[in-house]
Every structure is written in structure tokens, then in C-alpha cells.
């Protein structure tokens, strides 16, 4: 890892269980560590980690990644929690009025851009395990992060033109490596 990073930030956090960066946080020293967790559950758990851990300059956001600051209609499913309206991975693998059935499970969350994480400290290592929702954040981001991490969900027509999309990103901005899947 290039002793440059100052930031790191991870989209999409989940849990004690699935975050990526929180075990990162917990044996590296970097100037600040930024979550961001739409759900509640998920993010409440990741936040006593944290607490837990003792781990100094973090910051946990209960929101939701997007093009505005708000709020925004999350489906609340857990690890595939998603934005109404978001490309998601777990939309793009069923039927259109498939959504219908999940609107019991519809909560409203604040949504936050990246320009507002951006005013604490500019994103040096950018972790993006959002579900699909990547373009969201790299469409607003001004930082021009050394490292950026994310995965890649392959399993139909949809998830791979989102790949392809988020590839052409970064090779447009100079970026090059491997996305995981």
C-alpha cells in the first residue's frame, strides 16, 4: 500500500462481517477512516465494531451514497439492501414487477454525496461495495484516490453493461487493475 494514504473511505460498509476497510482500520495507521451504510442494521452493528475497536478519527454514515443530498427510498434486504431508482445488482436480476413484492420493506434514509465526504479530508483509498450503485459515487467524487477497490457481480446482460460502465470509468481516468467478482 503507497504510504500516501491519508483517507480511507468505504461505500457500501455493511457490517462488522463484510466491511471491508474495518479490519484495515484496525491494524493500519491512516490520518481517517470514513463508512457509509444505508442500513440501519447493518450499520448499527458496524458502528459498535468500531466503538468496539476503539478506532480513532473514523466516521460512520447512516446514508445512502447519491447524485443529491435528501433522502432516498432504500429496499431493506439485508447485504443487498438497495436505492429505489439505483442500478443495483439485486435489481438487475429480476423482473421489473418484482420490485413490487418488496415494497413492504421499503424505509426512507438520508442520502449524502460524495462531496460532503470529500469537505473532511480528500479520498486517498476509495472502497466501493455498494451493490452496483459504484456510478453514483465516482459521477461526483473530485478526489483522485491512489487505490480504488470494488467488485464486479457478472451474472446477466444488465450486471455486465454496469462492469463495463465502471471499467470504462476508471480506464478513462487512468485507473488499471482488476476488478473482483
Not at 470514513?34 to 447493518?42: C, G, I, K, R
Not at 483509498?125 to 459515487?137: D, F, I, K, P, Y
Amino acid at each position: 500500500m503507497p504510504t500516501s494514504i491519508h483517507h480511507a473511505v468505504e461505500i457500501g460498509a455493511g457490517d462488522r462481517y463484510s466491511s471491508q476497510l474495518l479490519q484495515v482500520a484496525r491494524t493500519t495507521i491512516i490520518d481517517r477512516f470514513t463508512f457509509v451504510e444505508p442500513n440501519y442494521l447493518l450499520a448499527g452493528d458496524l458502528g459498535d465494531a468500531i466503538r468496539d475497536a476503539t478506532i480513532p478519527n473514523s466516521t460512520l454514515h447512516g446514508a445512502a451514497i447519491g447524485p443529491r443530498t435528501g433522502t432516498a427510498d432504500l429496499i431493506h434486504m439485508g447485504y443487498a439492501s438497495y436505492v429505489v431508482g439505483a442500478p443495483s445488482f439485486l435489481n438487475t436480476s429480476v423482473e421489473p414487477e418484482g420490485e413490487a413484492f418488496w415494497k413492504p420493506l421499503v424505509g426512507t434514509v438520508p442520502m449524502i454525496t460524495m462531496g460532503q465526504i470529500e469537505k473532511e479530508l480528500p479520498i486517498d483509498w476509495l472502497c466501493l461495495t455498494c451493490n452496483g450503485t459504484e456510478r453514483w459515487a465516482l459521477q461526483s467524487m473530485t478526489s483522485r484516490p491512489v487505490y480504488i477497490q470494488t467488485a464486479a457481480y457478472l451474472h446477466n446482460q444488465k450486471q455486465i453493461a454496469i462492469y463495463r460502465e465502471l471499467v470504462d470509468w476508471m480506464t478513462g481516468h487512468g485507473y488499471q487493475g482488476n476488478l473482483l467478482e
